[in-house]
């Protein structure tokens, strides 16, 4: 699982009928210093969350398990919202 | 999902039984500033997608999740042609 | 899936037995201008591909799909012989 | 699988429900020289690892097959507490 | 699949329970040329590889199908010793 901030939303009319439902949210991922790190990807959300959240998404087949449909082609999902990291180790 | 724009379309006479009938687009992916980032890629055709069109494209296991035969070798499909990016937070 | 040139194959004696009987071919990954990209792979044959030839190859769980034993470990096959590439929108 | 250190953790209330119970640990990918090398992650638990841990962890839909709940939508698991790496081939 | 040198191997004591047994061998992908290319690896031996050896490893779900039990968590196998990459097309 990766560390990313939630930065907007898609709107899309036609879609597969598996995504019908599930919001979907543009995520920037972040790097080691808390900065942008990558291209923005598209995951749905699984945890209410909004604009601005720090969150943990996943991706690749598992991502789809957190839906509601386990076959869903989604290979990217919200799986927590973010309260603290602690880091304990400085290398 | 990543964001990214048709540009075109593969066509192939000898191919694995399973890719008979699906559509072969050629789709190349699009950045953080909506232009070109990395190299294209051929994606199954879920959703009448046609040249120009901005699509959400996944990619692994899960893009044959949104075509005929789920046990189809695609690792790529598009499953959305967006309608709209809302950007609600700037980093 | 990613677009391909075969440039020759490996000959391997000890090896799994879900891949005894299956053609291992030397893929060189071809990017947007039609030159080499990144390195080249070793991909399963399922169309009778041999050297010189574009081909359309597919990485990840799903290559399997192609193969005559669907829990190969193979990660990588050659799912098409590329006729033509249309492009029809200018980036 | 790739080595990588233990240097913190991470604490998140709303989570999928699959997600509770496990320990989220943060992991900084090491390369070839024992250095740091790539964005830290975020992997189950699955070796009571600590901070400081040198450890093998996994990517993908397999990161899940080590947790509880093999449907879990983890797509990292540390599955590796290393004792020592034994090079014997200079390159 | 990619080609690699096996270069060393690792000893853990603490792991997962469907790691026991199983050989975990350091691998170093090669590129284009031969020569070392990305970090190395960690995979799991099923061709009795030793350090020197040129090897085919895997990625992925895909990896564990090798292995002894389906549902390994490993991510990375070695799956045949390479006895000769024949390049007939020169590019």
Known sequence: MKIGIVTGSVVATRKVESLRGERLLLVQPLGDDGKPSGDPLIACDTCQAGP????????????????RHAYN?????????????????KL
Chains 1, 2, 3, 4, 5 share one sequence.
């Open 73 to 89: 082609p989604s290979d990217a999902s919200i799986v927590a919202v973010i309260d603290d990291v602690v880091e304990e180790e």
């Open 52 to 67: 601005g959240d720090r969150v943990l998404f996943e991706g690749g087949r598992e991502a789809a398990m957190a839906l």
